[in-house]
């Protein structure tokens, strides 16, 4: 059982990262990836609604689309749920905690439509994970996302300053560097069977 | 298919109830004056107004800790609409632009080595104390250009920075991001400027720059309005004074004094 967890969350992390190994949420990984700070900001927000999301979708999944034989429902299901926890946990951190609230920003309605979480909340289901299984492997999920974030954004702000060919400036640049850091994640492959 | 049909039907009805509900328990009350004050502001979140970017500023005119003219980005007809927001009377401000004090082009200023290092000037000024013989000149890197978030700045031909002052708000972001210094706001009226920050004595900047001020002070005899002052070796015009005749720039040994404006 611990042995099983210990391999969930290292597999996430980094052999199975999800956005170097499996190519999902991709777009926050371009897009605010430009500051350290920006993208630690990104990565904590993501933490939060993932772990929150998958474990809220897993009930979902067991107690209703599996009781009453809806599986082929789950996609909009799901993404029905992330959107409207998204929404709740907005309004709640705006009015309990302001200061928390400016921190995420513009990143919380952002994580609606990060493909990372619905991809974590499936992929759980079609493991066939344990509640606590589901827990732990979207805390890792989103640790990956946060690590592979802050890697990224590291990289890009010496990026910023170093003398880049003209034709190669901006999203190009990026998209060669986060090939080049998928491929150093690659290294990781056969740590876990 | 009714199953389908009934179950999501109903969780979503649950969903929306329950957001609707949050919404009223949970509703932050927002100042409209905040709101519509962050709506006329230019929205650079330059941070020349000293506040995290246009929404602090926003807030702290909303609230009356700062006034409106102190958005150094604003136009005339900006701060005119705050204070028709606000219902309060603004006194007009003079524009201010940004001119670089040096004209220390590598032409004209010598060199101590070859830099290739990282192309900025806060990387190279740490290097020796930069790569040009002159403690004070521009080093051309544009650290001032990418700091503009108005794109008001270039480096023009010469390798120095060029500012278009139409497009240029006197935010003051290109200066606190210049190692040297050597940037300054200026109000538009100013005739003519002294474009040199050497704080050397003659002799120390004849053997470096070509145009830099020796600090001979015959402007400052020359001068008919007693507008211009020399401290530390640097010549500074007064603005309220000057009368913009230029005899300063015509009796100037170097022919270093400039019109300010190049419209």
Known sequence: MFQKMIVIIISTILVNNFVLAKFLGICPFLGVSRKTETALGMGMAVIFVMTLATAITWLLQVFILNRFHIEYMQTIAFILVIAALVQLVEMVIQKTSPLLYQALGIYLPLITTNCAVLGVAVLTIQNEYTFIETLVYSVGASIGFTLALILFAGIRERLSLADIPESLEGTAIALVTAGLLSLAFLGFAGLVK | ?263
Do not use: H, W
């Open chain 2, 1 to 263: 298919m009714l199953a389908a049909v009934i179950s999501l039907g109903g969780l979503a009805f649950i969903l929306a109830l329950g957001l609707g509900v949050a919404s009223k328990i949970f509703a932050v009350e927002t100042d409209p004056t905040v709101e519509a004050i962050a709506e006329v502001l230019p929205g650079a979140n330059c941070g020349g107004c000293g506040y995290a970017g246009c929404a602090g500023f926003a807030e702290a005119v909303a609230s009356g800790q700062t006034a409106p003219t102190e958005c150094k980005a604003a136009g005339s007809d900006i701060v005119a609409q705050m204070a028709q927001i606000l219902g309060v009377k603004i006194e007009e401000t003079e524009k201010k632009v940004v001119k670089i004090f040096c004209q220390g082009s590598s032409d004209n200023c010598k060199s101590k080595f070859l830099y290739e290092g990282v192309f900025d000037c806060r990387a190279a000024v740490l290097l020796g104390g930069g790569y040009k013989a002159c403690p004070y000149s521009c080093l051309g890197y544009g650290s001032c250009v990418k700091a503009c978030p108005f794109g008001a700045i270039e480096i023009g031909p010469k390798g120095l920075p060029i500012v278009d002052e139409q497009k240029c708000t006197g935010c003051g972001s290109c200066i606190r991001q210049c190692p040297r210094g050597i940037l300054r706001l200026l109000p538009i009226s100013q005739k003519y400027y002294i474009p040199c920050s050497s704080k050397d004595k003659g002799k120390a900047v004849r053997q470096v720059c070509q145009t830099g001020c020796l600090a001979c002070k015959l402007c400052l005899k020359k001068c008919p309005n007693q507008a211009i002052t020399i401290e530390n070796n640097q010549p500074r015009i007064d603005a309220q004074k000057c009368s913009g005749c230029g005899v300063c720039a015509e009796k100037c040994p170097k022919k270093i004094i400039q019109l300010a404006s190049n419209g």
